[in-house]
């Protein structure tokens, strides 16, 4: 305590994804002029750069994935597709003029506290130094590819979804696809009328949730445009829908809207698969929610067109001309896409971070990631993260997420502005009681009855935020102080 103000700490983004860009903005917008922007990519985007594949959208409607401060009246669908997406934030950057903020190529390979700053290390070799780190380093960024064997040996194009590779045509293809996630159902839904054969490799069947996704007229742009009460008014409705419906249901495993969602993908079910010994192959044996809900208006309609196969059997091994599974039929393909989903306990990792004392993030993290808050953790002043473990990651829009953890991050940072102290981070006793009560309260959620998904660190327990939306912005208003070590 005592210190002198630091009037203009040096604050270091890492990644300029949707949460990159947006701390470039907030801290421009407060003032914070010393700041610099690393991007591993060739431009911004994050996740809606990587993901390129066909038939990409985001399931959570556009008005509410959009920034609170720069709605866009443009979206084209309720559910607009990715590249739609990508391009909104390539213009929000620009418009905001934090672009040329941003230095691409950029990958820090390694952060370390020492004698009170930040040390950074890239990937060319580069160096920078900072006062403050902010990690907006995503969550779902890492492709988790499954050790088949002979996968090497495949003659065919294989690539997993996040690395789509444009250059090969799917036209007349036989086309395998492995998983049955949010992507894997969206590329079912993007290529089935295109391929000539098109196998679904499915491990575990998954609940889908019917979505119309309608396209807003002309003349809805118009009002929105015209009329932006109009439309900050049709976001806080989604917002106030989403979280009584979605949100506050999936950590109260008891609730009757849980229960409602479970119906309606029963239904959706039975109503739509025609089948009976297809609607059983896809028939999930948990309860709907338990894994990231599917949502989509399309999947059950692409997957009985005539050209397309569920394979329950299990994968024995990638051969030269296809996927042998275990009953010992070979089913050969063109094109394997894996869309077998990410390691998302890595978040900054594989960068290599060093806190106070030469404390590892490695050390720190060794049993599962976790961080008081979802923002701060021990032994890591001034460190913070934007969608860090145990935050609301499969509860509301990350964008939210992201503006709520910021603008709490930028509280703590006024401290060391103004000189009140140098160095911020959790105590090791808040960070304890907040991951016991996390873990407790998470027993409570849909994540824990008894299937396996994401959300689940390795020992089993859910990662995400096991409380309501309300209680994560109540949170993330003030800082408590006391929970906090302050040097
Ligand atoms: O990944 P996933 P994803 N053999 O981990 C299967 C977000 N997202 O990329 O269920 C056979 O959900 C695995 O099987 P199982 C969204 O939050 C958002 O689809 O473990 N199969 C599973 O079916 C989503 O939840 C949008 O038995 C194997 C699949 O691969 C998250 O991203 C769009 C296997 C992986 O599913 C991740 O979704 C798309 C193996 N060895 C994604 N290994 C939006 O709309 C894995 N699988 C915003």
Redesign the pocket.
């Known amino acids: 305590m005592g210190n002198e103000p630091r009037s203009e700490p040096r604050f270091i983004v890492i990644g300029a994804g949707m949460s990159g860009i947006l701390s470039a903005i907030k801290l421009k917008q407060a003032g914070f002029g010393d700041f610099a922007v690393y991007e591993k990519g060739d431009r911004v985007g994050g ?1 809606w750069r990587e ?1 390129t594949y066909p038939g ?5 409607p556009s008005h509410l ?1 959009s920034y609170s401060f720069d709605l866009n009246p443009d979206w084209s669908h309720r ?1 607009s597709p990715g590249p739609e997406i990508e391009a909104y934030f390539e213009d929000v950057a620009r418009r905001y003029g934090v672009d040329s903020r941003m230095q691409f190529g950029k990958e820090v390979t390694r952060a370390a506290f020492e004698d009170g700053r930040w040390q950074l290390r890239m990937a060319d070799g580069s160096t920078d130094v900072g006062d403050v780190v902010i990690a907006a380093t995503g969550v ?1 960024h890492h492709p ?1 590819i ?3 064997e002979g996968l090497d040996r495949f003659e065919g194009a294989a690539f997993h ?2 690395r789509w590779d444009h250059d090969v045509s799917l036209a007349g293809k036989r086309v395998g696809i ?9 590329i079912v839904g993007g290529i089935v009328d295109e391929v000539a054969e098109l196998s679904l ?4 069947p ?1 609940w889908v949730m019917p979505q119309d996704n309608p396209a807003y007229s002309e003349a809805e742009k118009t009002e929105f445009r015209e009329h932006p009460e109009t439309l900050a008014k049709l976001r806080s409705d989604i917002a106030l829908l989403f979280t009584e419906g979605f949100s506050n249901a999936v950590v109260d495993a008891d609730s009757p809207q849980l229960q409602a969602i479970h119906d309606a993908c029963v239904a959706n079910l039975e109503d739509s698969v025609k089948d009976p010994e297809l609607r059983e192959k896809l028939r999930p044996d948990y309860r709907a929610a338990c ?2 809900l599917i ?1 989509s208006g399309e999947f059950y309609g692409a997957i009985q067109r005539p050209n397309a196969t569920v394979v329950t059997e ?2 024995e091994r990638i051969e030269k001309s296809g996927v042998r599974t275990r009953d010992g039929k070979l089913h050969e393909l063109d094109v394997l896409v ?5 390691r ?1 306990d890595r978040f900054m990792r594989p960068m290599e971070v060093i806190g106070r004392n030469g404390r590892t993030l490695e050390d720190e993290w060794r049993e599962a990631p976790s961080a008081y808050l979802a923002i701060s953790i021990p032994d890591f002043p001034n460190l913070f993260m934007l969608n860090g473990p145990n935050g609301p ?2 509860n509301f829009s990350l964008i939210d997420v992201a503006e709520l953890q910021l603008a709490y991050i930028l509280q703590l940072v006024e401290l060391v502005r103004s000189g009140s102290c140098s160095e911020v981070s959790a105590s090791r006793t808040a960070t304890d009681r907040f991951d016991a009560d996390r873990k407790q309260a998470a027993k409570k959620t849909i994540w824990s009855s008894g ?4 959300y689940l660190d390795a020992n089993g327990v859910p990662m995400a935020w096991p409380w309501t939306f309300d209680r994560f912005r109540q949170e993330m208003s003030k800082p408590r102080l006391a929970d906090f070590e302050l040097l």
Request: aromatic share 12%; with cysteine; proline share 2%.
């Open positions: 996740t993901n990409l959208s985001c399931d959570v994935y559910f779902l988790s499954p050790d088949f979804s996040a492995v998983g049955t996630g949010s992507t894997a159902i969206q490799f499915q491990r575990t998954q894994k990231r949502i299990g994968i894996l869309a077998t989903g990410f998302v990651v499969g299937c396996k998904s994401w």
